[in-house]
């Protein structure tokens, strides 16, 4: 937004922990704001709803959700402004914070104004399951979306017949797999020599739990979080083969 406008030069780091503090709490905090948008939007709609919680995304990472399953009854209309609701929410706090630097310029301002606007883009991004998903499964009226256009990808790649709707979902699953195949790319380009190191220090990291929480790079890290995420896949696979007839 404004960051945008005046370049990021104007994006200063923070001076000392105290701004570092509120940058952070606002970012978080707007989270939260962003998931009470989704219940006051059901609540002003007249939707079944339930509360805020906290959970994990592919059992890995951890996140805020909110229990709006009730939407589902709704109209796509009323789907598609109680989807949008957390990230306008974010917004209207960005926009807020981006008036207070115009009235006093207070770089921690500017900083936490740009991070939330971040957050919220992010929220739109189709190929995980966050608003932009459901908000593209109700404009489409696909329920199980990602389900779908596995299937339709598979018969647009063996050629059969297709209509227009399935079509559009095999073009979706297959920018889905791109996608997931780009981002796996790129952490093996970034942290490749941790990935193909991690199993061979597992032992030795996990000696380290009598004693100590274990010393992790950043790269550990993000190789752990792959590997948790590829099992998660995995084990999701095995358990849906067998359920086939």
Same mark, same amino acid.
Do not use: D
């Given at each position: 937004m404004l960051a945008a406008v005046l370049g990021p030069a104007q994006l200063v780091p923070p001076q000392n922990?105290?701004? /570092?503090?509120?940058? +952070?709490?606002?970012?978080?905090?707007?989270?939260?704001? !962003?998931?009470?948008g989704h219940i006051a939007a059901c609540a002003r709609l007249g939707l079944r709803h339930g509360g805020i919680g906290f959970g994990f995304y592919a059992y890995v990472f951890p996140v805020l959700f909110a229990d709006i399953t009730g939407i589902w009854q709704a109209t796509k209309?009323?789907?598609?402004?109680?989807?949008? /609701? +957390?990230?306008?929410?974010?917004?209207?706090?960005? &926009?807020?914070?981006? &008036? /207070?630097? *115009?009235?006093?310029?207070?770089?921690?301002?500017? *900083?936490?104004? &740009? +991070?939330?606007?971040? &957050?919220?883009?992010?929220?739109?991004?189709?190929?995980?399951?966050r608003d932009g998903y459901w908000l593209l499964s109700d404009l489409t009226n696909t329920p199980n979306l990602s389900e779908q256009?596995?299937?339709a990808r598979q018969e647009l790649l063996r050629g059969q017949r297709w209509t227009a709707r399935r079509l559009v979902l095999g073009i979706y699953g297959l920018l889905n797999g791109l996608a997931f195949g780009a981002l796996l790319?790129? *952490?093996?380009?970034? !942290? +490749?020599?941790?990935?193909?190191e991690l199993p061979a220090a597992l032992p030795a990291l996990l000696g380290e739990l009598p004693v100590r929480w274990p010393h992790l790079t950043h790269s550990q890290l993000v190789a752990l979080?792959?590997? *948790?995420?590829w099992l998660r896949v995995g084990v999701a696979t095995l358990v849906q083969r067998k359920r086939k007839p």
């Open positions: 922990a105290q701004e /570092a503090f509120g940058v +952070g709490a606002a970012v978080y905090g707007s989270l939260l704001l !962003h998931e009470a209309q009323q789907r598609v402004i109680g989807n949008l /609701a +957390g990230i306008f929410m974010q917004l209207l706090l960005a &926009t807020g914070l981006t &008036t /207070a630097y *115009l009235l006093q310029p207070y770089a921690p301002l500017l *900083l936490a104004s &740009t +991070g939330i606007a971040l &957050t919220a883009v992010w929220q739109l991004n189709p190929f995980v399951r256009a596995a299937q790319l790129y *952490l093996l380009f970034l !942290h +490749g020599p941790a990935m193909l979080g792959c590997y *948790l995420v």
